[in-house]
């Protein structure tokens, strides 16, 4: 009771808000907004994606500083030179993993932890892999925080994936390369997607998937994310 800061006397129902706060905050009615004038009217349709980004406390997620800017239609600096997406792009890379549920999803980039907790809400289970320590542990302390219990954050370089985990039925990549990096694709499992934002200052966002004869390479729109650090620089 008193970490949500509940006087004994109020009604459960009006109770802790921070064990769901989604339920009865007032941002859930911007969060509504945001879904409906940046999400559905770009044309992204899966209705669980819709309903995952109406759910997620996208505020709770960022930095203090630019909390009032939660549901705005841009990315937004969460700390050590990085950003967390705009909301379409969020959807947009959602929407195309084709989630239904009881899929095992690889996130490169954890940043903020908004995309791991969107995944976390339409996948079983999100391993999701961040190179700047003090934001993957915040990250990690967030989702917890926000009684995320599928998602395991890993601080280290993602260039490689997660092989102790393999294979993913879906994995998106959030900082971008210059090209795909093997060892991702290696670890996508027949029937899997993979997208992930290729390219130098402007990136294209390109989806792989796997199927029984291999993969096939899909170019979908343009974007623009941070570089992918680590190995992926290394080796370009
Ligand atoms: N998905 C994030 C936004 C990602 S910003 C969110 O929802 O907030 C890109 C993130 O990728 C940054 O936090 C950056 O530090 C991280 N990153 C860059 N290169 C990486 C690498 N090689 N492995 C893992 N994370 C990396």
């Given amino acids: 009771m008193r970490a949500c800061g509940c006087l004994l006397l109020v009604p459960i129902a009006l109770g802790c808000t921070m064990k769901d706060p989604t339920q009865s905050d007032a941002t859930a009615e911007d969060r509504e907004r945001m879904v409906r004038e940046q999400i559905t009217a770009r044309g992204v349709r899966d209705p669980r994606v819709l ?12 930095p203090e500083a630019v909390r009032a800017h939660a549901y705005e239609d841009r990315p937004l600096p969460i700390g050590f030179d990085q950003t967390i997406s705009q909301p379409y792009v969020v959807a947009y890379m959602t929407e195309q993993l084709q989630l239904s549920g009881d899929e095992r999803v690889l996130e490169i980039g954890t940043g903020s932890g908004y995309q791991a907790a969107v995944l976390a809400e339409l996948a079983r289970e999100v391993f999701s892999i961040e190179i700047v320590a003090p934001l993957g542990e915040r990250a990690r302390a967030d989702l917890a925080r926000l009684g995320y ?23 998106i ?6 090209h795909v990096p093997q060892p991702l694709i290696d670890q996508l499992a027949v029937g899997g997607r993979l997208v992930v934002p290729v390219g130098g200052v402007y990136q294209e966002l390109l989806l792989l998937s796997r199927d029984a004869d291999g993969i096939h390479e899909e170019r979908l729109i343009d974007v623009r994310f941070v570089p992918m650090r680590g190995e992926a620089e290394r080796l370009e």
């Fill in 51 to 62: 309903a995952a980004l109406s759910r997620v406390p996208r505020h709770e997620l960022v």
């Fill in 173 to 178: 990549v959030t900082a971008a390369p210059g």
């Fill in 149 to 171: 219990r599928n998602v395991q954050v890993r601080v280290g370089d993602g260039y490689r994936g997660w092989p102790e985990q393999a294979p993913f039925d879906a994995i």
